[in-house]
């Protein structure tokens, strides 16, 4: 098979013929309210208008074409999801509901592992490995909407076969979940991305060239046309103050009688805490891998909030539901479209907010991990004081209609402090210059959380909860004797042009042994930064680990770097 997908076709040989298959970026939705009952493996009409400028060029590229004709016109239908990932696993609304659909036109090729999988699944009771990719509960309700899904596969058929670069943001399906502070940030320059139907500010064009730069992505390989202002955002949270919005980070309440006691048994540490605290925590499975990665904030005896990646709400909701067990006092709210969040993190973090406020945010009178409701001007909001950038800082909650009020009183105040208006992009480099784990990229529910270097927040010695022991306690028990299978290491790249984005294999003394999970270009470290597993003996050393040369590779070309067992900021 020949591909050639600037021009959206493949070319192979087909019983002494040419066949020549389109991809066109522009494709026709069918069928939105349902497939005739009478239609199986068969056509629908044929439309050479809207082939021909595909056409046109594939007789350009094989000119002998020109004059052999079309013998045959074949116009079948095929299944798109809105993000080219099939639909597999056990459906997140009925319980033993197996769902293998949405091939998006791979479904030969990928039928053999599909189906290994989605075997194993359904006899196991659990994905055999990590398919969060492809699980059907990385979708929203909304996902299901006919028009979204018309106008979202009509791109995703074409995007199918174009190149895909790093930071890919779809066209369609566009401006769906926009918060209150849409406006805000688009009138300050920012440039937004997608995540399940969320519009998040990823970068903003600088103050002064808003209007004169598009604040839009020019894609490559190499440095993208956003990366000086990435780093002005990267450098504000490291050594000013940044501000950014995670109104789209799920929120689920967990609120009841029974809450605290059921949040004991789903979580590896310890929430049994005086109201006020915040826990980090992993959710664990039998297996002591990683179904999720939060943080839960004990709001009152019987009431916690538990936050969690944009992707995530839907699988959070669904572990909460299939392990809560029947006669638990306890109820479930997403609450994520109901709280508005801005973080301000940076070492002037503090005397922004202090500047806001009357109640004394000392290090003594809120330490880190807790949480104070804060008067700041006409508003109150809930101050966590937690970080996922690895700096002093808060993030602010409050009723989500108070977003502009906020937003407006901290960039007016900030000023005196070098605020600056962040993006998601420099959260993901600070965080991965912090080694701070990300669930779907570091960690998974095939990596043990011991392995995954997430021992110190799991807490083997917490009273057992009256539901029992915490989901996944007898592996952490079992891998605590038996030793690591595999280090999480953190690599800088030597070469300072060189960029990362996940994925590139890892190289010990010249050997590949894995892969980058993460990565990100790190502007205080001042390189392209990844992490990534690799394999180690249970009695390995760190100094054993690191006596080995480890490279990655890039482009075909072969990349020295630092590494490290511990974050290199
Ligand atoms: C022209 C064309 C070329 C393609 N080329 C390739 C290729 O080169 N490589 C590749 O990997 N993929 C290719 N594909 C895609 C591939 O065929 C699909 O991705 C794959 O068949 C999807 O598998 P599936 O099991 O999800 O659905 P299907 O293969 O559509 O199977 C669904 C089955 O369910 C049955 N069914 C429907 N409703 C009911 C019901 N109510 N009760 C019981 N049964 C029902 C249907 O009759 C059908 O047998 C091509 C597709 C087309 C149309």
């Known amino acids: 098979v020949v591909r050639v997908p600037d021009e959206s076709a493949y070319y192979k040989e087909d019983a002494g013929k040419i066949l020549v298959g389109l991809f066109e970026p522009n494709a026709k939705p069918w069928a939105q309210n349902g497939i005739p009952d009478d239609f199986s493996f068969d056509q629908i009409p044929d439309d050479l208008e809207h082939c021909m400028p595909y056409l046109e060029l594939a007789m350009k590229r094989v000119p002998i074409m020109e004059n052999l004709g079309i013998e045959t016109l074949f116009n079948g239908p095929e299944s798109f999801t809105p993000d080219d990932n099939f639909q597999i696993g056990e ?51 909304f996902q299901n909407n006919k028009t979204y899904l018309a106008n979202r596969v009509s791109e995703t058929l074409g995007y199918l076969y174009e190149n895909h670069f790093p930071y890919h943001q779809y066209s369609t399906a566009r401006e769906l979940r926009r918060t209150p502070l849409y406006q805000f940030f688009k009138d300050r320059g920012a440039c937004f991305g997608e995540v399940a139907g969320w519009e998040r500010a990823n970068w903003f064009v600088p103050k002064h060239l808003v209007g004169k730069v598009d604040a839009e992505y020019l894609y490559s390989w190499g440095k993208q046309n956003w990366f000086d202002f990435h780093k002005l955002e990267h450098q504000a949270i490291r050594e000013a103050v940044g501000m950014y919005e995670m109104s789209s980070y799920s929120k689920i309440r967990v609120k009841g009688s029974d809450a605290m006691d059921y949040l004991q048994f ?29 943080t839960i904030t004990r709001l009152d005896a019987d009431d916690y909030l538990v936050v969690s990646g944009t992707l995530c709400a839907n699988r959070d909701m669904n572990w909460l539901k299939r392990n809560m067990p029947n006669d638990a006092h306890c109820s479930l709210f997403n609450s994520t479209s109901a709280e508005g969040c801005i973080a301000i993190m940076g070492p002037n973090s503090r005397e922004l907010l202090q500047s806001l406020t009357d109640t004394n945010l000392s290090n003594e009178n809120l330490p880190f991990a ?43 105040t900030g000023k005196q402090f070098s605020l600056k208006l962040c993006g998601m992009h420099s959260v993901d480099s600070c965080r991965i210059e912090k080694a701070y784990r990300h669930f779907g990229h570091d960690i998974t529910d095939e990596d043990h959380v011991l392995d995954a270097g997430l021992g110190f927040v799991v807490k083997l010695d917490k009273n057992p909860s009256k539901y029992g022991r915490f989901i996944g306690y007898d592996a952490v028990k079992k891998r605590q004797s ?4 595999k280090r999480v290491m953190q690599f800088l790249l030597t070469n300072p042009d060189v960029m990362l984005y996940h994925n590139e294999p890892i190289l010990k003394n010249g050997e590949i042994i894995g892969y980058l999970s993460s990565g990100a270009y790190g502007h205080t470290l001042g390189g392209a930064v990844g992490l990534g597993y690799i394999d180690c003996l249970p009695n390995e050393t760190d100094e054993d680990i690191l006596s080995a040369e480890y490279t990655i590779e890039v482009e075909g070309v072969i990349e020295k770097a630092s590494v490290s067992l511990r974050p290199m900021y």
């Open 370 to 412: 807790s949480v104070c409701e804060l008067e700041i001007g006409m508003a109150t909001v809930r101050a966590h004081r937690i970080t996922y950038v690895g700096e002093l800082g808060w993030e602010l909650y409050f009723p989500i209609e108070f977003s502009n009020y906020i937003a407006e009183l901290i960039e007016l």
């Open 266 to 294: 789903i979580c590896a540490n310890d929430v049994d805490v005086k109201t006020g605290r915040i826990i980090y925590t992993q959710w664990l499975n039998e297996k002591g891998g990683i179904e999720a990665d939060v």
């Open 91 to 141: 459906s997140p609304e009925l319980r033993n509901f197996y769902v293998a659909a949405g091939f998006n036109s791979i479904g030969i090729q990928a039928a053999g592992g599909a189906g290994k999988y989605l075997a194993e699944w359904i006899s196991g009771g659990e994905p055999p490995c990590d398919l969060w990719e492809v699980d059907i509960r990385r979708n929203e309700p």
């Open 482 to 485: 038996s030793g690591y299978k």
